[in-house]
């Protein structure tokens, strides 16, 4: 036990498609120079019984580069999941694959498009037009298929789908994997992509934002008073992990560590968070990093702007934290990209590691009172920032939180 707990897991690449396009690059000057990327979708707009119309979604990319024999069987968040792999590895100094790289990565769902396309066909008794690349594309498990077939990754594939929590959950389930030497190194994160059943079903739950349909960039309002919920949004984003030993010998260029993450459930209500579950989940990532409360710089919270789950989350913040710690939520900025979510803005994270940079939350101008009186993040702070520790919640309980040190 004592091996395991003294082997330093490390982050070396990272890969992004978001709502600013494509690359870290992208996603980082998108979130730093406070760019906006929600805009009004038609299909949600002929929906009068829908009342969210906003959305966030990645700009037109051209995946003609992905060799054809590849690219049929695959969805567009599994050419999303390629774009960001590539770039991932790219960044860890890997032109290819190596030998053994376990991934880790899934979704919430997989294709609508494809499945509704499947589903009119096979209804309008059509079923001659269905593809066999079109079954490759609806498998649950279908974006970490295609892309570790096309990129040659022959490790062990996991795929866990823990809806809002995806992205993270995968992190830390790489993070055990490399820490108990199931994996030398892995690829890790998840991916998304939008269709307007999203914006529909939490709309449906009454989760969507509805009040600033005329300011779409303004409609994602975390904590704030006026919030009345999320806006969808999608993508892709992918870290590459490895122990620290191995990272310095073959002098790979240190991000952060991976220095503690936990796991648990809600278990009385499918959508409806308690602060004491949230804030047990926080307090054994922080026993698992040996990280006292008053250690973390930054909490970034998984806070999508619904009513319910901001007040839950604050609490339990305050519960582990006390008033003083610092909170920010990226919903603001990128939308709420499901089970890309964690992985994104984990990526963000490290950015503001890098940059000795606070992102505000976006569109955050006055705290509700039913929120705990914290200290929000409103504006950028450039100040020391050392551990940050990372929140996603899901939509059926599946709570995590990561640690995250930066390079010593």
């Given at each position: 036990?004592?091996?395991?707990?003294?082997?330093?897991?490390v982050?070396?690449?990272?890969?992004?498609?978001s709502?600013?396009?494509?690359?870290?690059?992208?996603?980082?000057?998108?979130?730093?120079?406070?760019k906006?990327?929600?805009?009004?979708?038609?299909?949600?707009?002929?929906?009068?019984?829908?009342?969210?119309?906003?959305?966030?979604?990645?700009?037109?990319?051209?995946?003609?580069y992905?060799?054809?024999?590849?690219r049929?069987?695959?969805?567009r968040?599994?050419?999303?999941?390629?774009?960001?792999?590539?770039?991932?590895?790219?960044?860890?100094g890997?032109?290819?694959a190596?030998?053994?790289?376990?991934?880790?990565?899934?979704?919430?769902?997989?294709?609508?498009?494809?499945?509704?396309?499947?589903?009119?066909?096979?209804?309008e008794?059509?079923?001659?037009?269905?593809?066999?690349?079109?079954?490759?594309?609806?498998m649950?498990?279908?974006?970490?298929?295609?892309?570790?077939?096309?990129?040659?990754?022959n490790?062990?594939?996991?795929?866990?789908?823990?809806?809002?929590?995806?992205?993270?959950?995968?992190?830390?389930?790489?993070y055990?994997?490399?820490?108990?030497?199931?994996?030398k190194?892995?690829?890790?994160g998840?991916?998304?992509?939008?269709?307007?059943?999203?914006?529909?079903?939490?709309?449906?739950?009454?989760?969507?934002?509805?009040?600033?349909?005329?300011?779409?960039?303004?409609?994602?309002?975390?904590?704030?008073?006026?919030r009345?919920?999320?806006?969808?949004?999608?993508?892709c984003?992918?870290?590459?992990i490895?122990t620290?030993?191995?990272?310095?010998?073959?002098?790979?260029?240190?991000?952060?560590?991976i220095?503690?993450?936990?796991s648990?459930?809600?278990t009385?209500?499918?959508?409806?968070?308690?602060?004491?579950?949230?804030?047990?989940?926080?307090?054994?990532?922080l026993?698992?990093?040996?990280?006292?409360?008053?250690?973390?710089?930054l909490?970034?919270?998984?806070a999508?702007?619904?009513?319910?789950?901001?007040?839950?989350?604050?609490?339990?913040?305050a519960?582990v934290?006390?008033p003083a710690v610092?909170?920010?939520?990226?919903?603001?900025?990128?939308?709420?990209?499901?089970?890309?979510?964690?992985?994104?803005?984990?990526?963000?994270?490290?950015e503001?590691?890098?940059?000795?940079?606070?992102?505000?939350?976006?569109?955050?101008?006055t705290?509700?009172?039913?929120?705990?009186?914290?200290?929000?993040?409103?504006?950028?702070?450039?100040?020391?920032?050392?551990?940050?520790?990372?929140?996603?919640?899901?939509?059926?309980?599946?709570?995590?939180?990561?640690?995250?040190?930066r390079?010593?």
């Amino acid at each position: 036990m004592d091996t395991l707990k003294n082997t330093k897991i490390v982050i070396t690449g990272a890969g992004a498609v978001s709502p600013y396009g494509a690359g870290v690059t992208a996603l980082a000057d998108g979130l730093f120079t406070g760019k906006g990327c929600m805009h009004t979708v038609p299909e949600l707009e002929a929906l009068s019984m829908v009342k969210t119309k906003v959305a966030a979604t990645v700009p037109e990319m051209d995946f003609s580069y992905i060799p054809r024999r590849d690219r049929r069987s695959m969805s567009r968040m599994a050419k999303y999941a390629y774009a960001a792999a590539q770039e991932a590895l790219k960044s860890a100094g890997y032109e290819t694959a190596p030998q053994g790289l376990g991934f880790f990565m899934g979704s919430t769902l997989n294709s609508i498009s494809v499945w509704l396309e499947i589903s009119k066909n096979c209804h309008e008794g059509h079923l001659e037009l269905v593809k066999t690349s079109d079954f490759l594309q609806i498998m649950n498990h279908s974006p970490l298929a295609t892309v570790s077939q096309a990129l040659k990754i022959n490790g062990p594939c996991v795929g866990a789908s823990d809806a809002c929590a995806t992205g993270l959950m995968n992190i830390g389930l790489a993070y055990l994997a490399v820490k108990t030497g199931l994996v030398k190194q892995a690829l890790c994160g998840g991916t998304e992509e939008y269709h307007p059943m999203f914006s529909a079903c939490f709309d449906i739950m009454q989760a969507t934002s509805h009040n600033f349909n005329n300011y779409p960039n303004e409609a994602c309002r975390p904590f704030d008073k006026d919030r009345t919920g999320l806006v969808c949004s999608e993508g892709c984003g992918l870290l590459f992990i490895e122990t620290e030993e191995n990272a310095k010998a073959r002098g790979a260029t240190i991000l952060a560590e991976i220095a503690g993450f936990a796991s648990n459930t809600e278990t009385e209500n499918m959508a409806y968070p308690s602060a004491e579950t949230l804030r047990a989940c926080m307090l054994a990532a922080l026993a698992d990093a040996d990280i006292k409360p008053e250690e973390v710089d930054l909490l970034n919270a998984h806070a999508t702007g619904t009513v319910v789950g901001d007040i839950a989350e604050t609490h339990a913040a305050a519960a582990v934290f006390g008033p003083a710690v610092s909170i920010n939520s990226l919903k603001g900025h990128l939308g709420h990209a499901m089970g890309a979510s964690g992985s994104l803005e984990t990526i963000a994270c490290l950015e503001m590691l890098k940059r000795q940079t606070v992102l505000p939350t976006q569109n955050l101008h006055t705290a509700d009172e039913r929120c705990a009186p914290l200290a929000y993040v409103t504006r950028k702070e450039e100040r020391p920032l050392n551990v940050i520790l990372k929140n996603s919640f899901a939509i059926g309980g599946n709570n995590c939180s990561l640690v995250l040190r930066r390079p010593q």
